[in-house]
């Protein structure tokens, strides 16, 4: 009985059934479970949109039917371990390995003089108390700002409907804080990177917030060809950042400690959104928090 090469046009995994297509003749066999190799007692193969196989055929019941069913490579795509007991689970089912980039990969700086690790495309990295929490920043810049001889009103600007607010950057604020200019300096030789642009946020107090959103080098070309990471700076009262999965919905998050820096790459950032959480009225906490916001250029690993 000679051997057929042919591939999965489709496969229902919960009734056990799909089509084959030849490779030489186009033609179209149905195949069934029963007839897959491996469907042994203890295992359970799900055949994957595409796959290549070989097989044999037989006609049953007046269909031209694929049997005897085997990997054209070392191994089936998907072969899930079976439950041995009723209620029982086995904790692992998945026995091939899986060699895919990660949506996303933590990294934790554990230096205070440089970031010492290899930057891929999907890093975030946290780093605690990059700032000496005992300088007291938080109060440093709002003396400064404060003395600056600006107009408050003029300077602090409402960003997406009164959730938190933004420095205006046209006031040259910027001249009068030198503070700030100390922190760019520190996360630029930290992180060796070119910073390219730069914002002061403000949350007056707990209820203020900022939605899940995606940096401008996410959708603006000429961004992108210079930005490709984001460094976040928190002074102040301690805040939750999140971000949330493009396509699932699905949310991680990590404290914003004083003087702590939370950084993502380029990938991460049209892969995920990203946000301050607002939190809830009934912990309403007075206290301010000021980030710094520096997007700029760093050599990364591409993934």
């Not at 009164?162 to 700030?180: E, L, V």
Request: glycine fraction near 4%; charge should be neutral.
């Amino acid at each position: 009985m000679s051997d057929n090469n042919g591939f999965v046009k489709w496969y229902n995994k919960e009734r056990g059934f799909g089509i084959i297509v030849d490779n030489k003749t186009n033609v179209e066999y149905f195949v069934h479970y029963t007839e897959i190799e491996g469907n042994q007692k203890d295992k359970f193969v799900s055949l994957q949109e595409n796959e290549h196989v070989k097989y044999n055929i037989k006609e049953k019941n007046n269909k031209k039917c694929a049997i005897n069913i085997r990997p054209e490579a070392e191994r089936f795509q998907n072969v899930q371990v079976k439950q041995f007991k009723k209620n029982h689970v086995r904790n692992t089912t998945e026995f091939t390995p899986s060699h895919d980039n990660p949506d996303m990969r933590i990294m934790v700086g554990d230096s205070f003089e440089s970031y010492n690790y290899p930057v891929t495309s999907r890093d975030i990295i946290i780093v605690k108390n990059l700032f000496d929490k005992t300088e007291d920043i938080y109060n440093k810049l709002k003396t400064e700002i404060h003395n600056s001889g600006l107009k408050q009103d003029n300077l602090w600007k409402s960003w997406h409907g009164d959730t938190h607010f933004i420095a205006d950057d046209h006031q040259n604020w910027k001249d009068s804080c030198p503070t700030f200019q100390n922190i760019l300096t520190k996360i630029s030789e930290y992180f060796n990177m070119d910073i390219k642009a730069t914002r002061l946020n403000h949350y007056n107090n707990s209820r203020e917030w900022k939605p899940f959103h995606h940096d401008a080098a996410a959708v603006k070309k000429d961004k992108a060809k210079t930005q490709n990471f984001t460094v976040a700076v928190s002074f102040g009262l301690e805040r939750e950042v999140a971000f949330q999965h493009a396509k699932n919905g699905t949310i991680i998050s990590v404290p914003a400690e004083n003087g702590s820096v939370y950084v993502f790459s380029k990938d991460v950032n049209i892969i995920w959104k990203h946000g301050i959480r607002q939190m809830k009225e009934e912990d309403f906490i007075d206290q301010g928090r000021f980030s710094v916001i520096a997007w700029g250029w760093r050599e990364m690993i591409d993934l």
